[in-house]
């Protein structure tokens, strides 16, 4: 090809390049928006008019594709629901996270209470011995008590007569005598509030017992040590 040949065809090219460089965009390039008007109609148009900016809208081409949608702006009731709705998250995650810290310091706690009942006991038997021993224990403090009450009774009858004696005889009764069945009575008092709470302790023995037993079975039988306490 000679250089004129070539050159021609430089120049060619050249006004190719520029014819492609000038064609106006793709019309479908420009966008349009289009919105809903109060009467529910659907308009379009190059810009949303100001009523309408926070109701939402679309941006769409010439060839009716949809590239953009503006969703509405929320109204202040939605705004507080919203809010609401996080705050009733952010709690139950409070909540949950909570319900499992606890799982996790009880599950600790029930570890701890279940190697010791199989530490201290190698059967079962072994437990109710030990817990037949503090009821025998306390019974016999009941009855020491018992014991020391039924002479109180009797100090707190003389002292009865006594001043019965001394109001036959139409003396007053002496503040002695009244002093003394005044603290032969705060003693029957105390004694027999000592009494109730043994029989309460008993009563609270008991319930332990019975808990250590069921646990101690259900380890026994192959229960997980730390698992959920079954009633």
Not at 74 to 99: G, I
Request: proline residues 2%; charged residues 30%; contains cysteine.
């Amino acid at each position: 090809m000679s250089i004129v040949s070539r050159l021609y065809l430089s120049l060619a090219q050249l006004g190719v390049a520029s014819t492609l460089i000038c064609v106006p965009p793709n019309a479908d390039a420009a966008r349009i928006k289009c919105w809903t008007n109060k009467e529910g109609v659907r308009e379009c148009g190059n810009v949303v008019p100001p009523e309408y900016v926070q109701k939402g809208h679309e941006e769409v081409t010439k060839s009716g594709v949809t590239v953009k949608t503006q969703k509405r702006a929320m109204t202040a009731e939605e705004k507080a629901e919203r809010a609401a709705q996080k705050d009733a998250d952010r709690q139950a995650a409070l909540k949950a996270d909570k319900a499992a810290r606890q799982e996790r310091r009880r599950r600790v706690e029930q570890t701890t209470v279940d190697r010791a009942l199989l530490g201290l006991y190698v059967a079962e038997k072994d437990l109710t011995l030990v817990h037949e021993r503090k009821v025998v224990a306390i019974k016999a403090t009941i009855k020491h008590r018992r014991s020391h009450i039924n002479k109180l009774d009797q100090q707190l009858g003389q002292f009865h007569k006594q001043a019965a004696n001394q109001e036959r005889t139409g003396q007053k009764v002496s503040e002695k005598t009244l002093d003394n069945i005044d603290d032969v009575q705060r003693q029957i008092d105390v004694s027999e509030l000592f009494i109730r709470k043994r029989y309460q302790e008993m009563e609270k023995l008991d319930g332990e017992y019975r808990k250590d037993l069921a646990r101690y079975k259900y380890l026994k039988a192959g229960g997980q040590v730390g698992g959920p306490v079954t009633s």
